[in-house]
């Protein structure tokens, strides 16, 4: 079993687990990373990407990703394409095992797992994923100006989502499982005040349908109830707003979260309660979740990190 060692040891492959990366090499750490389940992250499930700074014609989010795995690689970043299945926190230096068997000792950790988008569950939305699917309105938004879009959720994400494709869209379908909303009573107010969006309580989705992409969706109402009705909604668009999960569960014995598993950091700085790891992209972030956002906490991160590892002359 092979055993390697080094001063920082970053998990995860999106924006903010790359942008460390940089930083990281940069600064001569010679860090070494683990691209995870789904090298390059989210982005990577998404078709264009407009709103990342430096793109004015905009990028595949495949090829953004590409272009910082490159950049990170050139500065001397060990890039490892296996995941990491088991840490020890508890222990100086850390230990991490890879799903290789690889262990790894490392004196910092940078965690940039990222989160995962919830959906249903339908085959459909395997389907149509982009081609009328998506779990983020920042990211596709713009691609339905003057369209009609239906968003699923009942929460905060799902009124946020409905008000922004409000303003791109020409008309916008909140599907809610129950008969309230969840939000924040002036995220409901902002939903309820905008003439576009309209509410359908006590809906579900049975699925989707279209040639080429989403044409509309198959409706139930009052799913059991001697009311019940299916029908099916004309749609352009189909945004999954049902919350996100945080990849946590790995670290959950050492370094706290919040209630819904987002790794909690200090204030402004990506320090966790375990002095020497670091947090930094989505795993900390239930607020933004953007790629923009993540790489400037990669960033601080790789910054941290080293500033730790100097202090400790490591
Ligand atoms: P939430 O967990 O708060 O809400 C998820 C919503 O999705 C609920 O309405 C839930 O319905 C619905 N849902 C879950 N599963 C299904 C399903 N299978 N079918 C249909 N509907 C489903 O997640 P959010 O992402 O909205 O928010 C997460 C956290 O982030 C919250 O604490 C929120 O306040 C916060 N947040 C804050 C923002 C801000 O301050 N600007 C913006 C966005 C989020 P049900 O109610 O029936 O369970």
């Known amino acids: ?158 009124c946020e989502e409905s008000l922004y494709l409000a303003g791109l869209a020409q008309k916008v379908y909140l599907i809610v499982r129950k008969p309230y909303l969840r939000a924040t009573k002036i995220m409901q107010q902002r939903v309820l005040d905008n003439p576009k969006i309209e509410l359908l309580f006590e809906h579900n989705t049975l699925g989707l349908y279209g040639d080429e992409k989403v044409e509309g969706a198959h409706l139930i109402q009052r799913k059991g109830e001697t009311d019940e009705k299916a029908y099916d909604l004309p749609i352009d668009g189909f945004f999954l707003a049902i919350g996100h999960k945080p990849n946590s569960d790995l670290f959950k014995p050492w370094v706290e979260t919040d209630q819904n598993g987002y790794i909690l950091t200090q204030g402004a700085r990506p320090l966790t309660n375990v002095e020497g790891v670091f947090a930094a992209g989505d795993v900390a972030d239930p607020i933004y979740r953007q790629a923009t956002t993540a790489a400037g906490s990669g960033c601080k991160a790789a910054i941290e990190c080293e500033r730790y590892l100097s202090e400790h002359n490591l």
């Open 1 to 158: 079993m092979e055993t390697k060692k080094t001063r920082c040891l970053i998990i995860g492959s999106g924006p903010a687990g790359y942008t460390a990366a940089i930083y990281a090499s940069r600064a001569n750490l010679q860090p070494l990373l683990y691209e995870g389940l789904q090298p390059g992250g989210q982005l990577t499930q998404t078709t264009e990407v407009e709103n990342f700074p430096g793109y004015p014609s905009g990028v595949e989010g495949f090829q953004l990703m590409d272009d910082l795995r490159n950049q990170a690689s050139k500065f001397g970043t060990d890039i490892q394409s296996g995941i990491i299945t088991k840490t020890d926190l508890s222990v100086r230096p850390f230990k991490a095992t890879a799903d290789d068997g690889t262990e790894i000792i490392a004196d910092t950790i940078i965690i940039s797992t990222g989160a995962t988008a919830k959906y249903l569950g339908l085959e459909d939305e395997k389907k149509y994923n982009g081609k009328g699917v998506s779990a983020c309105a920042t990211c596709d938004g713009f691609f339905y100006r003057k369209k009609v879009v239906a968003v699923v959720g009942g929460g905060d994400t799902a």
